[in-house]
């Protein structure tokens, strides 16, 4: 059956599968028309996305682009479609497909998109799948396929008979598509909001699963790349025989990342590495530090920036308020640090180019390659593995290309590795930023007037080009889409140009104007004298989505009720990926002064609760990035180059400081939001609300310093 002739609602082709099974296509639209009129037609151009396979065992496989980060993305879409199709969730597998430009649609693992892109069409692809098995069954039997239903990977007639997805792919590969597959009501749903075993799990808990670094192919080489540790900077000479010397080094060359060395194992790689003694032409930016860009922020700051939204007339508003604020608050860059340290493995060949690579973005990775390559898009095979993390700095093809750059000096396959040390100094780190904010008060008490300037890097001007930021600043984001009901708003972006290379963080900009938005909101309630949760709330209709996170997480922790001796609380919410949480954190200072956060109470409305574990869990892994970020993170610059080597002085959260997490899911069903991004942005600031509720001190500079809170 061709793909000609379809049309916009169509979603689903069978492809084929020899007489051995049923293999299905999903068809999209494309998302960019040429024509933004074009309401859909005959001619209208369709990419297929996702394939769903049932084998002649029974066993159903989901075979995905997207990629399984340890979110449980996986687990996720595979429950979408065993929904619809009643399969035996013991039989069905997912498939992680290798890079296509067009075949999968996009591939790209991030914005919390991967469950809520595919709501429908996952669900649509395995009702059509039940379908056509219910009616090879029918056909089989000479029977009505009215008196027959799928269950639990069975097609079951009324009178007893029933026959195995597995005997009747075959069968089921020939029957026409069905138009408008029927979906369940969700009062029948047995696995979406009720969940289901990872699919991950085993494998993970056994030791069999591959991630990037534990790739091995037949002759591969390992190598390691000494890369300037200033921005911007070049090798000068290095000592290329110090280097050979070294037991198992086979080869010594430049990339245009750095200078390579290539051995028989990761130690000999590394110690040859050391032994390069490279010199730096460090470039114009070897002063770079901390002071400097602050200072370069504050002098942005004093100009008006790229206006984003502006409701009303802050300026007359703001000048004939009764009471004014104003106040300064800042954020440090700061780094992915995944588990698992950068790497990627290439073979380049005559024929072309193959790579195994864990990353977020396999199509931008696969282009990259076809570029550094030399050869078409087509000659690139891109395999990607399991990922020790992610957060998005995976999404950048950078560490994809420079294996590809090492690969062309090498006969077979070569694995590039990088140390915690390359990850912190060589990442593409989240934004540091400056903000100002001003509000203004009416006579009574009310908020009248709010602005909200930013002073950032853009990721998209930094990585598409200065029309990018022209068409949308990205850095807006979270602070755009403030969403209080005052009548006169005003949210400005300042850009700042810099030479520290910065990529998208789990939230990415909301995790910042998240922070500076529900801080200082919580200043103009202090300053109107009313209770922080009663100030959000006025100034939220009735039914909104984020008041009833708000009034959800604030009930279930006893907001005005007591606290126990030497605790407070604080709270702040945020909406974000089509999803809207709030947090109540509960607070304390330790006798020497630290900050101990004992319970964050997290309330969060994604609509449709596809996997509630999933959700918790979700929930558990942005509380603790979030606090590590509060508590810890910070990338700091030192005559041009980052300071942080490691763990040590870039530190992540531990078990022990990790506080007790109560997650309310409320399902109202409305179009399924994400989940891997929305907790994070609220922890920030109920943390910082919480603490200013203890000391009397305000927070408006993360990391949280105990010494912030006193004097």
Same mark, same amino acid.
């Given at each position: ?25 999903? *068809? ?40 399984? =980060? ?32 067009? =075949? ?28 056509? /098995? ?6 089989? +039997? ?33 029957? @026409? ?35 990037? /670094? ?32 070294? @037991? ?31 010199? +730096? ?14 200072? %370069? ?26 009471? %004014?604020?104003?106040?300064? *608050?800042?954020?440090?860059?700061? !780094? ?19 790579? &195994? ?6 199509? &931008? ?25 992610? #957060? ?6 950078? #560490? ?17 590795? +990088? ?27 009310? /908020? ?20 990018? *930021? ?33 990529? &998208? +963080? ?73 999803? #809207? ?59 041009? %180059?980052?300071?942080?080597?490691? *763990? ?29 991004? @929305? ?6 600031? !109920? ?25």
């Amino acid at each position: 059956m061709s793909g000609a002739g379809l049309t916009r609602r169509s979603f689903l082709q069978v492809v084929g599968a020899g007489g051995a099974g049923l293999l299905m296509a999903i *068809y999209l639209p494309h998302r960019l028309l040429a024509d933004p009129s074009d309401t859909g037609g005959e001619n209208t151009a369709f990419t297929p996305s996702v394939f769903l396979r049932i084998d002649p065992d029974g066993t159903v496989t989901v075979v995905t682009g997207r990629c399984e =980060l340890g979110q449980g993305a996986h687990t996720a879409m595979a429950m979408l479609i065993a929904e619809e199709l009643e399969a035996d969730w013991s039989r069905v597998r997912v498939e992680q497909a290798p890079a296509h430009p067009t =075949l999968y649609g996009s591939m790209t693992t991030g914005g919390s998109s991967s469950v809520r892109g595919g709501w429908n069409r996952l669900r649509q692809a395995g009702a059509a799948a039940r379908e056509m /098995l219910i009616a090879a069954a029918a056909a089989t +039997w000479g029977l009505p396929a009215s008196e027959c239903r799928a269950e639990q990977g069975w097609v079951i007639h009324t009178g007893g008979r029933r026959l195995g997805y597995g005997d009747l792919a075959a069968a089921a590969a020939k029957q @026409p598509l069905p138009s408008d597959p029927p979906l369940k009501a969700a009062r029948d749903f047995r696995l979406i909001g009720h969940g289901a075993p990872r699919l991950d799990m085993e494998a993970k808990a056994n030791g069999s699963a591959k991630f990037g /670094l534990d790739v091995r192919r037949p002759g591969q080489l390992t190598a390691a790349v000494a890369r300037c540790p200033v921005f911007g900077g070049k090798a000068k000479s290095w000592n290329e025989a110090a280097a050979r010397a070294v @037991p198992g080094v086979r080869a010594v060359f430049s990339v245009p990342s750095g200078v390579a060395v290539v051995a028989d194992s990761t130690w000999a790689a590394l110690q040859g590495r050391e032994a390069l003694a490279v010199v +730096w032409d460090e470039g114009a930016e070897a002063a770079l530090d901390g002071a400097e860009i602050a200072r %370069r922020f504050a002098a942005l700051a004093e100009q008006e920036g790229k206006t984003a939204r502006d409701d009303g007339d802050f300026a007359t508003a703001f000048a004939g308020a009764a009471r %004014r604020l104003e106040a300064v *608050y800042e954020q440090p860059y700061l !780094a992915h640090a995944a588990l698992e340290p950068g790497n990627c493995t290439a073979h380049v060949t005559r024929d072309g180019v193959e790579i &195994w690579a864990p990353t977020q973005g396999p199509q &931008w990775a696969q282009s990259a390659a076809a570029e550094a390559a030399g050869v078409p898009i087509e000659k690139v095979l891109l395999h990607t593995t399991w990922s020790g993390g992610a #957060f998005g700095r995976r999404l950048m093809p950078d #560490f994809v290309v420079e294996a590809v750059e090492v690969a062309k000096h090498v006969t077979g396959p070569v694995q590039v590795v +990088w140390t915690r040390a390359d990850d912190l100094a060589h990442d593409f780190h989240r934004p540091a930023s400056h903000h100002r904010l001003a509000a203004g008060l009416d006579g009574d008490g009310r /908020l009248i007037a709010w602005r909200h300037r930013i002073v950032s890097q853009s990721i998209g001007a930094q990585h598409f080009g200065q029309g990018a *930021y022209d068409d949308e600043p990205d850095a807006v984001d979270g602070a755009k889409q403030w969403p209080y009901q005052v009548p006169n708003v005003r949210v400005e972006h300042v850009l700042a140009t810099l030479p520290v290379p910065i990529g &998208w +963080w789990r939230s990415v900009y909301n995790t910042q104007n998240a922070f500076v938005n529900e801080c200082f909101l919580d200043e103009c309630a202090a300053a109107a004298g009313v209770d922080p949760l009663a100030w959000r709330l006025g100034l939220l209709p009735a039914g909104d989505r984020l008041r009833g996170v708000l009034e959800r997480a604030a009930s279930a922790a006893g907001w005005g009720g007591p606290v126990p001796a030497g605790r407070a609380r604080g709270l702040a919410a945020h909406a974000c990926f089509g999803s #809207f949480v709030a947090h109540v954190a509960e607070v304390s200072l330790s006798g020497s002064g630290g900050i101990v956060v004992h319970r964050l109470t997290c309330a969060v409305d994604c609509g449709v609760a596809v996997d509630p574990g999933g959700i918790r869990a979700q929930v558990d892994g942005s509380v603790a990035l979030a606090l590590s970020a509060v508590l810890f993170g910070e990338i700091t610059l030192e005559k041009g %180059r980052v300071r942080q080597r490691n *763990y040590d002085d870039y530190p992540v959260l531990t078990n022990d400081r990790m506080p007790e997490i109560d997650v309310h899911i409320i399902a109202n069903g409305d179009p399924v939001g994400g989940i891997g991004e @929305p907790p994070l942005p609220p922890v920030a600031p !109920a943390v910082a609300n919480a603490l200013f509720a203890l000391t009397g001190r305000r927070v408006r500079r993360l990391p949280i310093r105990p010494a912030d809170l006193r004097g």
